[in-house]
Structure formats: structure tokens, C-alpha cells
């Protein structure tokens, strides 16, 4: 009986050593670990403002001619980016992306009118429902597009998250953005200032440059998308 009260004694304090001994080491690498996450909140929140300023440089360019875009290697990379991404999705009607891959060829470049876009802002929607009924925030990018006597307010999603867990945000494939952008304009293309022939082709070539303006516009915290981090914060002040 002695020997197993010492076991047993040994046992306890084993135990409590390891308890207290590894829940210290926990809380010193939750502390390390939240400190190093607000440190890259702030860096990041940083980085996000100075985003905010060369967007606000930008604007006026767009709000002029939209089609001052179409010349730059950034929106020729996006472009060629997108065509290959349509052309590995499905065969199907829906997806079809027909764009010359140089834009110097667009329809766009040919119309006397500018492309003007406007008021763009993120927006976002609480009153959503995905396909399992769960309650959804959907993030867009909200621009006023106009192109001659044509002008169309577009909400173009870029993200959703779950209102009951705001930690699950996801965001939208770039494919995903352009079909969006695509299904919004399909009906509008009888309103372009280009002959019949021509109007799909048009509708394609804008739904490209809304989709690369959504991508832009599309600002969003990495950091705070770590879904543990307010958990941590929690745990460290308790």
C-alpha cells in the first residue's frame, strides 16, 4: 500500500508539473504570438492606407478614360491571366471569354466615346443566403459604368463571409469576379454604340476591365482574416 501511495503521490506531481510547466509555455507563446499579430495588423494597416492613396490617384484617370488601362502590362498580364483561366474552366456556353489577347486590337480602342467609370466604393450586403440557407455578408465593388448614351450601376462580388463566423471570409476568384461582371452586362449590350456584330465583343472587352478595376478596388486585411487571433487576445487578457 506504501508503494502505491508513492506511485500515486509521484503520479499527481507529475501531473501538476506538467500543468503548470507547459500552461506557462502555452501563455508565453500566445502572448509572442498576439504581440507579433498586432504588430502585423498595424504594418499591414499601413500598407492598406498607402493602397488607399495611389487608388485615389488613379480615380480620376478611370472617371476620364477607362481605356487608358488597356496600354498598361499590368492589365495585358491580367487579361492573358483571365483567358487562360476561362478556357480551363468547363466547355460551356456561359464561359466563353472571346478577347483578342492584345488589346491594341479591341473594339474599345476604336469608339470616339471614353469608358468612364465612377463612384466606385466597397459596398457590402448583409441580407445574403448561401445555398445551405447560412446567413452571408457578400463584399462587392459598386462602379457607375458609362460608355457614351449608356451608363449602369454595377455591385460586383468580390468576398463573402459568414455572419455567425466572421473569420470565414472568402474571397472570389478572379474567374469568379469576371463572370459576375459578365452576367451583369450580358443584357446591356444592345445599348452599345457599335453595330450588332460587335456588341457581344464590346461586352466581353468591358467585362475584362471591370473585372481588373474590381481586383484593384478589392482592398482586405490579411491579418485580420487570421480567424485565431481575437481568440488569442482573449486568452492572454484572461
Known amino acids: 500500500m506504501q508503494n502505491l501511495d508513492s506511485s500515486l503521490s509521484m503520479y499527481y506531481a507529475l501531473r501538476q508539473q506538467k500543468v503548470t510547466e507547459i500552461s506557462a509555455r502555452i501563455g508565453q507563446i500566445q502572448l509572442h504570438l498576439a504581440t507579433e499579430l498586432q504588430s502585423l495588423q498595424e504594418l499591414e494597416q499601413q500598407l492598406l492606407s498607402a493602397q488607399e492613396s495611389v487608388l485615389e490617384q488613379i480615380r480620376p484617370v478611370l472617371a476620364t478614360d477607362a481605356r487608358s488601362l488597356l496600354s498598361t502590362p499590368q492589365f495585358q498580364e491580367f487579361v492573358r491571366d483571365l483567358l487562360k483561366e476561362v478556357k480551363a474552366k468547363p466547355k460551356k456556353a456561359s464561359f466563353v471569354l472571346e478577347v483578342a489577347p492584345k488589346t491594341t486590337k ?19 450586403r448583409t441580407n445574403s443566403y448561401d445555398a445551405g440557407k447560412q446567413s452571408l455578408t457578400r463584399y462587392c465593388i459598386r462602379m457607375l459604368v458609362q460608355l457614351g448614351e449608356w451608363r449602369q450601376m454595377f455591385d460586383i462580388p468580390t468576398a463573402t463571409a459568414q455572419n455567425n463566423d466572421p473569420d470565414m471570409y472568402h474571397a472570389c476568384s478572379t474567374f469568379t469576379v469576371w463572370y459576375e461582371c459578365d452576367i451583369g452586362i450580358r443584357t446591356a449590350a444592345k445599348q452599345f454604340p457599335v453595330s450588332s456584330a460587335k456588341q457581344q465583343r464590346l461586352a466581353q472587352e468591358l467585362t475584362c476591365v471591370m473585372a481588373y478595376v474590381c481586383d484593384l478596388f478589392n482592398l482586405y486585411s490579411i491579418a485580420e482574416r487570421v480567424g485565431f487571433l481575437p481568440q488569442l487576445q482573449k486568452n492572454v487578457i484572461n
Open 106 to 124: 479591341w473594339i474599345l480602342q476604336t469608339l470616339e466615346q471614353p469608358l468612364q467609370l465612377n463612384q466606385i466604393e466597397v459596398v457590402e
